[in-house]
């Protein structure tokens, strides 16, 4: 742990990418979460070719995924997934800790706006965004659902966290293109904080609105916390420009947004664009398949063929090593 209040080391100027750096503003009772992300998030955007909107949906996605994921305190996999009505019906984000992220969107090409402005909201639509975590299987899986009615990520994740965890929390994505002037390469980045006293009751937030509650009825208004107020206001103060910044390091950023009330960091955690695909994992998922259902698969070359929609990667494979021969 590092210190960045007054009196300790100079604040570190290395701007450094693809990590999480999580923080703790213990004034205010706050911890969070700070990444930056160059090559990983290119190489997931680039690879795939999505029309600029919908690689700024999934490079958000990717963000969001990594802040949520990296909570994970041991081996496991943090899945994030949308099915919508939208232009982009669906997109995955998978985090397997400690490090690996992957990627991929559907989606209808003749619902994109052709002036390629669309929002993330307008691309997404209505429909659900899943939140999963795995840990393996000596654990309980867990899934929380939110319902996407029309908003984005931002405002989905806060969502999430006041409807099933009843944590209030602040999340900001920002992705962009040609940052550095030098080509079409891709940046992103996030803050996320939430707040965690030690009394409950310090944590109370106003309740959804149920959205069938009788005419006339008023929901009891709830005072927020002022540290979390004071919290907020100053996370809120951050530009996307600062969060994609290659010359700005995550240790500064956080240094002018908390300075006046001191923040500590911890060990950062390197992340990398990494699928888990392989030619074994291919193997078992076709041997649990009927030998009719693989002989379906088989293309006009006699092979059956698999294509990751996460990296891309096309095997082939011989339907004899499946089923020889009697």
């Not at 994921?69 to 998978?94: E, I, N, Y």
């Not at 929901?219 to 996307?240: G, M, R």
Request: contains cysteine.
């Amino acid at each position: 742990m590092t210190s960045m209040s007054s009196g300790s080391r100079a604040v570190s100027d290395l701007g450094r990418d693809d990590l999480i750096l999580p923080f703790a503003i213990a004034p205010l009772d706050v911890r969070g979460r700070v990444t930056r992300l160059g090559a990983a998030v290119d190489h997931i955007l680039t690879k795939h070719a999505y029309p600029d909107p919908v690689s700024r949906l999934v490079g958000e996605a990717v963000v969001l995924c990594a802040l949520l994921g990296s909570s994970l305190k041991t081996d496991g996999r943090f899945q994030l997934q949308t099915r919508t009505d939208g232009p982009v019906d669906m997109l995955v984000v998978d985090f397997d800790a400690p490090d690996r992220l992957r990627a991929f969107a559907r989606y209808d090409a003749d619902k994109l706006a052709s002036d390629h402005r669309m929002t993330a909201a307008e691309l997404l639509g209505h429909g659900h965004l899943a939140l999963t975590i795995d840990q393996g299987p000596d654990m309980s899986r867990y899934q929380g659902v939110v319902p996407l009615d029309g908003q984005g990520l931002e405002a989905a994740a806060d969502q999430y966290f006041r409807q099933s965890e009843q944590i209030p929390t602040f999340v900001r994505l920002a992705v962009a293109q040609n940052v550095t002037g030098s080509g079409t390469e891709w940046r992103a980045g996030g803050l996320m904080l939430q707040f965690l006293p030690e009394s409950e009751d310090r944590k109370r937030q106003a309740d959804l609105d149920p959205g069938d509650a009788p005419e006339g009825m008023q929901a009891q208004p709830v005072d927020e916390d002022d540290a979390w107020s004071e919290a907020k206001a100053l996370a809120a103060t951050v530009e996307d420009h600062e969060l994609v910044d290659p010359t700005l390091s995550s240790e500064r950023l956080l240094y002018r947004l908390f300075h006046e009330r001191g923040v500590n960091v911890f060990e950062p955690q390197n992340l990398r664009d990494a699928c888990r695909c392989s030619q074994e994992r291919i193997e078992t998922m076709l041997r649990s398949f009927t030998p009719a259902e693989r002989h379906d698969m088989i293309g006009p070359d006699g092979k059956i063929g698999v294509t990751c929609e996460f990296c891309g990667t096309h095997r082939a494979f011989n339907p004899a090593d499946f089923d020889p021969p009697n």
